[in-house]
């Protein structure tokens, strides 16, 4: 079965400085995709970045790139250079492409930005 | 840009009362979603619609039904609201297939006492 596992609940970063949260997971598909979201505390899902399971160079956006490891099954999320509007709670997904729309969300894990 | 929204930030009602959650997207998207979520369980896929009048269960779909009559409009119904009902409602929306994102609204607070 699918799963998504966050082991941090929560992580603080001083202000530009880089912070990796981390993401592991567990299917049997070939064919899936890994999605970070932010989100704040207004509490709307913001999309940051994808990484498909095929594709050969880890995704980047901006001051976010996903370290893609496909072996161990990780996908961490990497932000360069903190901002303290990077305070929020940020969730790893996962959704097998062929076989079905779901997204598999994990638990999250609370960003604190220190001035 | 994109734009998924919720009828009610926030929702207070009695239990044994009927619930709607109206969401409404102006992508033209076909897929769409509702979640909840609570704290330490991230988010929970109540139910999802790929089409018109079309819907599947999701991973808990016990207490709740949904709606769609219209592409834009997706509703969740709470038959007789429920206190383990209390939780964030999220719907959102993404194009059919191929790895696109799901895009949220800013979600319902539903509170039931």
């Known amino acids: 079965a699918q799963k998504i596992t966050q082991t941090q609940p929560g992580m603080f970063v001083q202000e530009k400085e880089a912070v990796t949260l981390d993401c592991t997971y567990d299917?049997?598909?070939?064919?899936?995709?890994l999605f970070w979201y932010k989100q704040p505390s207004s509490g709307e899902m913001i999309f940051l970045i994808y990484?498909?399971?095929?594709?050969?160079q880890n995704a980047t956006e901006g001051r976010y790139s996903l370290n893609f490891q496909k072996a161990r099954k990780s996908a961490n999320l990497v932000i360069s250079a903190s901002q303290l509007g990077d305070s929020a709670m940020y969730f790893c997904?996962?959704?097998?492409?062929?076989?079905?729309?779901?997204?598999?969300f994990g638990s999250g894990t609370r960003l604190l930005v220190r001035p | 840009d994109v734009k998924v929204t919720q009828s009610s930030r926030y929702l207070v009602k009695r239990t044994g009362e009927k619930v709607f959650l109206e969401c409404v997207q102006d992508?033209?998207?076909?897929?769409m979603f509702w979640y909840r979520q609570d704290p330490g369980l991230g988010l929970r896929l109540i139910y999802f619609?790929?089409?018109?009048?079309?819907?599947e269960k999701g991973d808990i779909p016990e207490g709740y039904s949904v709606s769609r009559e219209k592409k834009e409009r997706f509703s969740l119904i709470l038959e007789s609201a429920s206190t383990n009902q209390t939780s964030m409602y999220l719907c959102?929306?993404?194009?059919?297939?191929?790895?696109?994102?799901?895009?949220f609204g800013p979600g319902t607070r539903l509170t039931v006492t």
């Open positions: 997904a996962m959704r097998e492409l062929d076989s079905s729309y779901k997204l598999i």
């Open positions: 299917t049997s598909d070939q064919s899936y995709g």
């Open positions: 990484q498909g399971s095929y594709d050969e």
């Open positions: 619609s790929y089409d018109v009048k079309m819907k």
């Open positions: 992508m033209d998207h076909e897929n």
């Open positions: 959102a929306s993404s194009f059919r297939g191929g790895p696109h994102e799901q895009y």
